[in-house]
């Protein structure tokens, strides 16, 4: 750890020093015990929304979990089997998940919306040899689904009465809390037992299983102590599910440091901010953006002469923050700027500075009143941010820190610090993490500065896909490098810049991952659709680029009584009649919207994020002759990107 330490810069070996020591920690299981001595008294777990509403101090988290195993140990759990986490974040799922592995198990998690299918596959693929689950109505969901039979017990996290005749052990929170009435049999821990499997999607539509060591999760910890301090008792909200893997460890870390964790959701988040007055929060661009919009909306409600004020003062803030950053080189275009650049903004920066002043005593106040006044920054993942929401909330004065990752990295790899959250970067990399650019198809390093395929390796790389070695070789080299499947580039300070995907993954802002190849595979079935390919990378819907089946196209248009017209493309053989219409006309659109969203929904697996929101019809296909297939006949997403960049852009737009 020392020689890390002078690796460090200044504000990260500060940080490390004040953060609570969790140095000869082997498994996140032997962290509550310690945080109890040192925060005993301080409150843990707050849900206000449940009822009754929930506070649970250090030193009752840790007796709870200690009670929860103790319970385990007693219905015969032994370290290494696996459990079955399928419930949603609230207090007693980290209970449970700490509970599981100081009995010495392996939680597979998942959240109750899931498709019943995928948690069946969860359950099955995963070897679990028990349940805990959300409620009654969630076992009762999975039970038509599941070999009760290889199953030894499920547990409920609710206190609910029980069915009197199950065809499988079931106890309720209470009645397996009261089996653990002794202290848990102590467990030997590694930081390279295997602590979790975090399912993600798969090429295949079904989820692989990512295994996350406790090494894995105890570097997120040291690697968020290094870029944050955050004081024990201090006010944290959580909103995001708990089995992604970014809200997870973000969790392990801020109760690490002893704060209080306070519970929300989307119905109660805004009165929740004022309530509460949490500094930190985590979540996904989408939420900002529906805070973002909140905002505006107020504006819009106020007369003409007030709506006129608070956009000229958002017009000079903007500027104002702008220079500001071109002064402080925080923008990947000014790292190498002249210093009369410097020295222009250093003066714009100066006259508008009062400006600004003026538009925060008026206006972006109370912008911070609304979000309680105490926040100290607010962490974006799970997809990229939107540059003017970022502005708007730099406005304001909350700082936003994006960073990157993924759940086979634990999830966090690189973030941008405090002190020098560079715009337009992902981040530097995280403490002992290594990051290599290179050629996409020969592997071999590039330059500092030039695009490729981003490798990762570190102490969060995961231990592999479980039972699937295919999957992990393909993954993680012989040397430890993880294949992020994303394109990138480093600048010679060291900030990762994601600048595309080489792998078909699309990130919602919400930070779902999308498995493209199956949805299309279902929208193909459409006798109307001959090629699709879906986009939607950092927005709020999938899109889909259409590439019709002209000839059923042409039959259904004449049935319809209209002539198919398709600009500047060879007509049909057949001698058509009747109205023209072209592809953007309502009555093709329409037909399209119904295609693409029945086979969508009757597609096995089928979520709510796999609907398809807007999409284009093209005139030309994806052919081997115009480069937008491979020799395989596979799309070459990024190059068929590229040519319709601007058709996508419209879309969304």
């Not at 595309?500 to 190849?517: F, H, S």
Request: glycine share 8%.
């Amino acid at each position: 750890m020392s020689a890390l330490r002078a690796t460090l810069h200044p504000e990260e070996q500060a940080n490390l020093s004040r953060a609570a020591d969790y140095s000869s920690v082997q498994a996140i299981p032997e962290i509550w015990p310690l945080a109890a001595q040192q925060f005993g008294h301080v409150v843990a777990l707050h849900d206000p929304h449940s009822s009754p509403p929930v506070k649970i101090t250090y030193a009752e988290l840790a007796q709870q979990i200690a009670q929860f195993a103790a319970a385990l140990q007693s219905l015969g759990v032994r370290p290494g089997e696996k459990i079955a986490l399928i419930a949603d974040n609230c207090p007693r799922w980290l209970v449970a998940d700490q509970g599981i592995m100081t009995a010495g198990g392996v939680d597979a998690v998942r959240g109750t919306q899931a498709d019943v299918r995928e948690l069946q596959f969860i359950i099955d693929h995963s070897d679990s040899i028990a349940l805990v689950v959300q409620d009654q109505a969630t076992l009762d969901q999975l039970a038509c689904h599941l070999d009760l039979a290889r199953l030894r017990f499920a547990i409920l996290l609710t206190d609910e009465a029980l069915p009197s005749e199950t065809p499988l052990k079931v106890l309720n929170f209470s009645e397996l809390m009261a089996l653990g009435d002794r202290a848990p049999m102590p467990v030997s821990f590694s930081r390279d037992d295997l602590a979790t499997l975090m399912f993600t999607s798969g090429t295949s539509g079904m989820p692989k299983g990512v295994m996350l060591s406790q090494g894995n999760l105890l570097s997120q910890i040291s690697g968020a102590c290094s870029v944050v301090t955050i004081r024990p008792s201090e006010k944290v909200m959580s909103i995001l599910p708990i089995w992604h893997a970014y809200e997870r460890s973000f969790e392990y870390f801020v109760l690490s440091q002893g704060c209080t964790q306070i519970y929300t959701n989307i119905r109660q988040i805004k009165k929740d901010l004022k309530t509460y007055q949490p500094k930190y929060m985590v979540a996904v661009p989408r939420l900002w953006e529906s805070i973002y919009e909140g905002v505006q909306k107020q504006f819009r409600e106020q007369p003409a002469s007030r709506q006129k004020l608070v956009r000229f003062f958002l017009k000079q803030s903007d500027r104002y923050i702008k220079a500001r950053r071109t002064l402080n080189r925080l923008n990947l275009d000014d790292l190498s700027q002249s210093p009369l650049k410097t020295l222009t903004a250093g003066l714009q920066a100066a006259v508008l500075w009062p400006l600004h002043q003026l538009g925060d005593r008026l206006v972006y106040r109370k912008v911070r009143e609304a979000m309680g006044g105490q926040v100290v920054f607010l962490v974006s993942g799970g997809g990229s941010i939107a540059d003017y929401l970022e502005d708007f909330y730099e406005i304001v004065g909350i700082p936003i820190l994006g960073g990157y990752g993924l759940t086979e990295t634990s999830p966090i790899t690189h973030v941008r610090r405090p002190w020098r959250n560079l715009r337009g970067a992902d981040g530097e990399a995280l403490p002992g993490t290594e990051t290599a650019v290179v050629h996409p198809e020969t592997h071999q390093p590039l330059p500092v500065g030039q695009q490729g395929l981003v490798l990762i390796r570190g102490p969060q790389v995961m231990q592999g896909y479980y039972k699937n070695p295919e999957a992990t070789h393909k993954a993680i080299s012989s040397t430890g490098w993880f294949d992020t499947g994303d394109l990138g580039k480093v600048t010679p300070a060291g900030d990762l810049i994601i600048t595309g995907r080489a792998k078909d993954t699309i990130v919602l802002t919400n930070g779902e991952n999308i498995e493209p190849q199956p949805i299309e595979n279902a929208c193909v079935r459409s006798p109307y659709v001959d090629q699709v390919m879906l986009v939607g990378q950092d927005q709020k819907t999938l899109g889909a680029l259409v590439v019709p089946n002209f000839e059923a196209l042409e039959q259904w248009a004449q049935e319809q009584g209209f002539k198919l017209e398709r600009p500047g493309q060879p007509g049909s053989e057949k001698p058509q009649s009747g109205k023209p219409i072209s592809l953007d006309c309502s009555p093709v659109q329409a037909l399209f919207r119904q295609e693409l969203n029945r086979e969508v929904k009757n597609r096995p697996g089928y979520r709510a994020d796999d609907r398809i929101g807007p999409f284009t019809l093209l005139d030309e296909p994806f052919t081997n002759e115009n480069g937008l297939l491979t020799q395989t006949l596979k799309i070459r997403r990024p190059v068929v990107t590229e040519k319709y960049r601007d058709r996508i852009d419209a879309m969304f737009n």
